[in-house]
Antibody
Framework: QVQLQESGPGLVKPSGTLSLTCAVSGGSISSSNWWSWVRQPPGKGLEWIGEIYHSGSTNYNPSLKSRVTISVDKSKNQFSLKLSSVTAADTAVYYCARVLVAIDAFDIWGQGTMVTVSS | DIQMTQSPSTLSASVGDRVTITCRASQSISSWLAWYQQKPGKAPKLLIYKASSLESGVPSRFSGSGSGTEFTLTISSLQPDDFATYYC????????FGQGTKVEIK
């Protein structure tokens, strides 16, 4: 069964760039699915950040689009998130998730990783 | 952007109660709606997709209905494991979530 695991620094300085990676195991990232990032600030709701297909096609949340880059590395079976010019408002648990194309929903999630923006 | 509004924000209920959560979209999303359950410190779990299809392994006490702009998630008989926060999620032009409904013990 497919599993997802996020990794990356837990602390990022203000104005810096947040970088996370999601490793896909038990399946191929080249399968016909979208691979997404979702975040959740402490005590708040879920926010979709964006997604990528194995071809490299991307969709981003318009509210974050100017600061977000999602990329895929098929050789390592992983995809990555970069969020630039971060502020305290970007402090959140960041989840990677698979969007199963057949149902257009997030069917598999990583456990999440907490990222704090602070000096 | 499509806005998703859930109601209520918090719901107090007892074991055995029938519970209904509503999600309204600011414009039609056909049946492109999913429901998730999230427990503290855990990732969300898919319950319902395409408005009314039950995800494999999800108990049949969960059901979804609706299309267009109004959708509901119903738990027919609330169980102790069901106390959690529930989110609706749409896919139309972009993906987006409702603000969540916390189901707490009455």
């Amino acid at each position: 069964q497919v599993q997802l695991q996020e990794s990356g620094p837990g602390l990022v300085k203000p104005s810096g760039t947040l970088s996370l990676t999601c490793a896909v195991s038990g399946g191929s990232i080249s399968s016909s699915n979208w691979w997404s990032w979702v975040r959740q600030p402490p005590g708040k709701g879920l926010e979709w950040i964006g997604e990528i297909y194995h071809s490299g096609s991307t969709n981003y949340n318009p509210s974050l689009k100017s600061r977000v880059t999602i990329s895929v590395d098929k050789s390592k079976n992983q995809f990555s998130l970069k969020l630039s010019s971060v502020t305290a408002a970007d402090t959140a648990v960041y989840y990677c998730a698979r969007v199963l194309v057949a149902i257009d929903a997030f069917d598999i999630w990583g456990q999440g990783t907490m990222v704090t923006v602070s000096s | 952007d499509i806005q998703m509004t859930q109601s209520p924000s918090t719901l107090s209920a007892s074991v055995g109660d029938r519970v209904t959560i509503t999600c309204r979209a600011s414009q039609s999303i056909s049946s492109w709606l999913a429901w998730y359950q999230q427990k503290p410190g855990k990732a969300p779990k898919l319950l319902i997709y395409k408005a009314s299809s039950l995800e494999s392994g999800v108990p049949s006490r969960f059901s979804g209905s609706g299309s267009g702009t109004e959708f509901t998630l119903t738990i027919s008989s609330l169980q102790p494991d069901d106390f959690a926060t529930y989110y609706c999620q749409q896919y139309n032009s972009y993906r987006g979530f409702g603000q969540g409904t916390k189901v707490e013990i009455k």
